[in-house]
């Protein structure tokens, strides 16, 4: 009986080839990566000028997109680390999904902000001359480490799943056993080599959340070490990093749903799991919220000179639609949704997961570009191009194929290796039956 | 003050002209000596200012351009100058938004058409308070946050207090220029239209030439005239004497014709200096435009509302 139901969960989960829906999937994110490196080869050759962005909106939404690459990518150490270091055991089928969604995001985090240098083809002095007092340097350093330990954090519960898939083999190609021998042939699942694993990853789940911190406070702090108004704020740690937690748990939502129905997954993802991710995102969203308040209404309640023409562009002005759009998808309407009971079913929750991501995208946006426009000095003697922003075509090609780059390495994860953790869930109905009896 | 207006004209016109003539040339020795065997005197003679201080006449044949003096090493470039302590001194009493200073600079530093290293702001600080023009450049901060955020040192503060940036280096992120609050950095969004001489040159930190694609640009004070004891270009070119460059040090600034004690200058007009709440400690003060020399007309204003 018990080896029964431990072959339907092996057959469930293993990793399934592509229908055509998926087939359609890939192809369509392949072309937009493609269109994205056509854009940058034009970059490469013609120079930054091909992006709108001028000497005054120096950072645009590729940095918007990577501020909001770092922030998805921390809830690899949410789901993983905090839930699994509080013994929350509901959220064992959803530790994969949450760290391939961290190292890809982080992936294209590092990619992105290549993409933005002038001179990528000096990124080395970033080593040969990097000077410790840049918050560009501590970016390098936190998230570089960052991505070892979401890798490893991937990569040491698979090694059970890896042994199982090789003894399964029917329904895999050659090279992708050769593949996964030399990824984890040396697996033998003895109870040694199970104790050390759960020791080096008890190790790694303590690490991971200093590290998942710093990754995004640096990132405030690129902006919040600056004087500008908008960005000159001791808030701002707090506010990413409740940001971060929000999206990246709205990024998990909608990856739990697609998976779900496309891979069969309905009695692994339950209802249950919507119900509490749904509860999860209200209490992040709620969060994210009191930063808001707290980084907005406070400098408009003294509307210091500088402040003010900011303030007023996001309020009532020329940024008020996005603004406004921001706040409303990203943590109003989610919220709605997901407080009732109702609302925390899957295609319910997944609606708010879409709204987040999309609300938190442009949210980002918000941030970076409008602090640009309001400098101290009004902007003087420059084209008039350079008083407005809006991004060029190259600039939404690579941005959007940098976000279907992201989505396409998840996609190829899960084709290859099993999204759910096999060995875990077995361990875990072991274990859950053992108690019953 | 009118004749101080005159002579300085002068100096100006044969000024320009001392520096295409040979180096050396003084009366006491003929430098053209040797050059005289195969140059034909044209007849059309023309005055210049010799290094002694003299003005002399010479025949235009003679002229020669000065060879390029070797510039100085990224090292000697990232020191600066022992001893020094530059600083620049705006009279705002006396612009009025003439951007000569801007044209010169934009032409020897080469700089990408519609982009500005001085821009010149018509300033008002309150709605009843008068206006005024106010010339910016690089502050060449002594709490430099451009410097404080750079990760790879490609700028950098020298001894001599000047801020410089080594375009060899710089790796194009602009943080730089997010963290610099007056705005002052540009970036070369493309490849700079140069003509194939300059764009050959090896980039120098103190002449800041030849830009380069994908880096950041800004004023650089510009050291190398002071290495030869000349002034910055913006400093020679205001036909106001708006602009007073010197040394901390020695105390004195001067814009050519007239020359300060820096120290007093600043005490008797109650000089200043922009954002001193934000702590970055500008070399550069502004003098308050009181018993202006010109009436105040934006010109630019009464176009843009047409
Ligand atoms: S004015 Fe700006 S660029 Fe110049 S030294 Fe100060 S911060 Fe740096
Ligand atoms: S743009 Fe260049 S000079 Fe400015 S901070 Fe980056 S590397 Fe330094």
Redesign the interface.
Known sequence: MEQLAKQKIIQDLLPQKFGKQGKIWVAGLIVLCIIGVVAYIRQLSKGLVVTGMRDYVSWGIYISNFVFFVAISLVGSLITAVLRLTNVHWSTPLTRIAEIIAVSAITFASLIIIVDMGRPERFYNLFLHGRLQSPIIWDVIVITTYFFISILLLYFPLLPDLKIMLEVKKGFSKGMLKFYSYLGSFWKHTPGQIKLSEKAIGILAVTIIPVAFSIHTVTSWLFATTYRPGWDSTNFGAYFISGAFLVGAGGVVVAMYVFRSHYNLKEYITYDHFDKMGKVLVMLALLYLYFNVNEFLVPAFKMKKPEEEHLRGLFTGEFAPIFWFAITTSMLVPILILITKKGRRPFPAFIAGVLVVIGSWFKRYIIVTPTLLHPFLPMQDVPANYKHYFPTWEEWAIAIGSLAGALLVITIFARIFPIIPIQETITEKEEHEKALS | MNTNDNSRREFLATGLLAGLALAGCSTKKNPFDELANDVKPSGEMVKLLSVDGEVIEIDKAFLKPVPDLPQVSNEAARMGIAGKKFVMVIDLARCKSLKKC?SACNHMHHIHP???WI????MQDAEHTAPYWQP?TCMHCDEP?CV???????TFKRQDGIVLIDSD???????C???C???T???????PSLEKEIADKPYSCETSVPQK????GKCDFCPDMARKGELPHCVSACPNGVFLFGDMLEDTVTNGAETFRFSDLIKDKAGYRL?ED?GTKPSFYYLPPVGRNFPFENNEKKEATK
């Not at chain 2, 694609?213 to 950041?216: E, K």
Request: glycine share 6%.
């Open positions: 801007q519609g982009q500005n821009k010149v702001y018509p910016t946050p404080k955020v750079c990760p790879v040192d490609a280096r710089c790796i194009g992120c602009r943080f220029m997010a963290a609050p007056y705005s950095r540009v970036f070369n969004w493309e490849e694609m994908g880096t950041v954002m934000l």
